[in-house]
């Protein structure tokens, strides 16, 4: 097996994420079989309890494994299905390492980052699981990083231990461009490499981020003071209008036939006619429709990645743009907020905890459902779309969810009794995969044509089932349930354009070139929906 180590220099939010993920995508094209891990510097066990704001979203897989944002991209770029195992933190490591000094698996022996913090880093490596031909894996953070020499040094134990000449290192850093001088600057980069050389590992391959084209006197300057050949010093400049741009980029730049050539795997360049097309329809749609999405954490890019991405999946299906407009929760409290509202096409409310700007998604709600607008609710968004019907449809003023209110005489969404004596929040929710079996004749139905599906969840809070038959009586239909334990997963108004809400977040299983069923049905009726 070859093994792609990824790093990153100079600054963080460089894209060595989207970088490994797109090179996946252009060695799976050559018919490689690839495995995409992160490594996480941070002591967090897991991001499941960070603030949305500092980190980003949560991805969830399969497993239950609440992840690092960029395991999205992995999963979306590539034909990867990811568990806990490719999402490795210095948490965990510590973690790990203490609880065997406790058992006394050590022997007796001093405790130190080497061998045994390293080792245990190592560990992740060996074993990617089957049929693997390259396993890739990114290392968060930025080079100089204390928290990330551990990481780095079990690189350099890596590579001597497995062949050098099975092992490339791959430097995504940044060429700052000064307006002032008129010229891009290589010393950070060089710098950022010699930093990384201290610790004894030598970049194969440099990958720069850059607003503006690399001419050859830099492209030469870096690889004579970076130590790397002049062909491997690759210009990623950024994309004009989609992440979904970078494989083709890369390509050009002959990324993916300098890693085949290093690592000796002889695997022809295959074209690239899907990725094409969804640049084609990314640059040139036929079609255009807005779409809003409530929330309380907009002025975050990352907060709801997942949810932006499968909307512009959604219009690559329907040879369309999807103008996404984030719109403040709490501005959405006021009547004059609720103007804003009137110039959508559809609206998507995504998942969230805390009380803080419910109000005003279940007014977005509400004016979706008076107005025939398209509404598709996630996670919180069920919950919200359920609250509101049960307060203006069904007549129960007072109803909430016990997440904000836990007196509320009617709660019709309530917490499990599993859930009341959680103390330790962290990996504790439902989390992971939960087959659902769907109702027939229902708008969910019709999207996803089949009657049992499998969908990734991350909540304490359910829909209540003692109200199910006052819900249905008035037209919200439940149209999933959970075969197991009869839990509600999904509920849809009746004689609404498209009003439905799920339990799950569908946005972690959506490609560019495989839209989620339900966000393309959603851009559909958006498409036919008329501002109001």
């Not at 439940?478 to 004689?495: H, K, M, R, T």
Request: with cysteine; hydrophobic share 35%; aromatic share 8%.
């Amino acid at each position: 097996m070859k093994y792609i180590f990824v790093t990153g220099g100079v600054v963080s939010s460089l894209g060595k994420g989207l970088t490994a993920a797109a090179l996946g995508a252009l060695l799976e094209q050559r018919g490689l079989r690839i495995k995409i891990q992160k490594f996480d510097p941070y002591l967090n066990v897991d991001p499941g309890t960070m603030n949305p704001f500092q980190h980003g979203e949560v991805y969830v897989l399969d497993d239950g494994a609440e992840t690092d944002l960029d395991l999205g991209h992995y999963e979306r770029f590539t034909n990867c299905r990811l568990s806990r195992r490719n999402n490795l933190t210095s948490g965990q490591v510590y973690e790990t390492v203490i609880q065997k000094e406790r058992r006394g698996d050590y022997l007796g022996k001093t405790v130190q980052v080497i061998p045994h913090v390293t080792d245990e880093i190592k560990a992740n490596l060996r074993d990617p699981g089957e049929d693997v031909d390259v396993l890739i894996t990114e290392i968060g953070g930025t080079i100089g990083d204390i928290e990330g020499l551990p990481f780095l040094e079990a690189m350099r134990q890596f590579s001597l231990e497995v062949g050098r000449n099975n092992v490339l290192f791959i430097h995504v850093t940044l060429l700052p461009y000064i307006k002032a001088a008129g010229e891009l600057k290589s010393k950070p980069s060089q710098q950022s490499v010699a930093k990384l050389r201290e610790i004894g590992i030598q970049p194969d391959i440099l990958v720069c981020r850059t607003e503006h084209p690399l001419d050859l006197s830099i492209r030469q300057k870096l690889s004579l003071f970076c130590n790397v050949p002049v062909a491997a010093v690759i210009e990623e400049q950024d994309v004009e209008s989609s992440i979904y741009e970078l494989p083709l980029m890369l390509q050009r730049e002959n990324l993916d036939t300098l890693v085949v050539e290093a690592l000796n795997i002889p695997n022809p360049e295959q074209p690239m006619d899907e990725w094409r097309d969804i640049v084609r329809r990314l640059k040139y749609p036929a079609y255009r429709t807005t779409v809003g999405v409530v929330g309380k954490y907009i002025e975050l890019q990352d907060a709801y990645k997942s949810v932006y991405e499968s909307l512009t999946h959604a219009g690559i299906a329907h040879d369309c743009e999807v103008d996404i407009v984030r719109v403040d929760a709490e501005e959405l409290e006021s009547k004059e907020g609720l103007e804003q509202l009137k110039n959508l096409n559809g609206i998507v409310v995504p998942g969230g905890f805390g009380n803080r700007g419910i109000q005003g998604k279940i007014n977005a709600a509400q004016f979706a459902r008076e107005n025939d607008i398209p509404y598709f609710g996630l996670c919180l968004g069920l919950h919200i779309l359920t609250i509101e019907f049960a307060r203006n449809v069904l007549g129960l003023p007072k109803a909430n969810s016990m997440e904000f209110d836990d007196q509320s005489p009617d709660p019709v969404i309530y917490l499990m009794e599993e859930q009341k004596d959680v103390v330790h929040k962290g990996g504790s929710m439902r989390l992971g995969a939960y087959t659902c079996d769907l109702v027939e004749g229902t708008k969910t139905y019709e999207a996803y044509g089949k009657p049992s599906i499998s969908e990734r969840h991350r909540h304490r809070y359910e829909f209540n089932g003692d109200y199910r038959e006052r819900f249905s009586e008035k037209g919200l239909k439940v149209a999933g349930v959970n075969p197991e334990s009869g839990l509600v997963e999904i509920a849809e108004i009746e004689n609404h354009p498209f009003m439905v809400g799920v339990q799950f977040h569908p946005e972690f299983q959506s490609k560019p070139n495989a839209p989620h069923p339900l966000f393309k049905n959603f851009v559909g009726a958006c498409m036919k929906s008329k501002k109001h």
